[in-house]
């Protein structure tokens, strides 16, 4: 059995999971969830970690409403209890600017979250795309 | 047991809003995997 398939099947059992793909010459698994899921990114970063692997840079596309609180920009996540803060991506500063206009609406964000030293610690969304 | 309906046809009928939202897709990039 390849590593790549110690993932795939684990993957495959998180409840809301569509499809897996796992590539192994990039070290990518791309996971598409169905509609209704409740699944967080810490909680494939810690699948990924009790699987003996270390989880990097995970691009991620998200549909929820946007928020100001306290003058952050958040995306809540309905489905789940989680609430992303957001943040500008360096390689697109554009794209804060244009979520910051979309307050009140449902959009689908697109961006990057880089996992902490501790899993389970909420890092912002780096945003890349509004749509 | 006329309002529990009403109550619970709210429920249903939040749930089915497009305004939920939730996760579509995510990349993970994984060190380590061979």
Redesign the interface.
């Known amino acids: 059995m390849t590593c790549a398939h110690v993932v795939d099947v684990a993957l495959r059992k998180v409840a809301g999971v569509e499809s897996v793909d796992v590539s192994l010459n990039k070290g990518l698994a791309t996971v598409k969830l169905k509609p209704g899921n409740a699944q967080s990114v810490p909680q494939f970063w810690e699948l990924i970690h009790k699987n003996g692997y270390t989880p990097k840079s995970t691009a991620v596309s998200v549909r929820g409403d946007l928020a100001n609180v306290n003058g952050q920009l958040r995306l809540n996540v309905s489905g789940t209890k989680e609430t992303l803060t957001l943040a500008a991506n360096p390689k697109n500063p554009t794209a804060y600017g244009e979520a910051s206009k979309k307050l009140g609406q449902t959009v689908t964000v697109q961006g990057v979250m880089e996992p902490g030293k501790d899993l389970k610690t909420p890092v912002p969304l780096q945003v890349s795309q509004v749509e | 047991m006329r309002k529990a309906l009403s109550v619970l046809a709210s429920l249903i009928i939040m749930?089915a809003l497009?305004?939920?939202?939730?996760?579509?897709?995510?990349?993970?990039?994984?060190?380590?995997?061979?």
């Open positions: 749930g497009p305004g939920r939202a939730e996760l579509l897709q995510v990349d993970l990039s994984i060190f380590g995997m061979d």
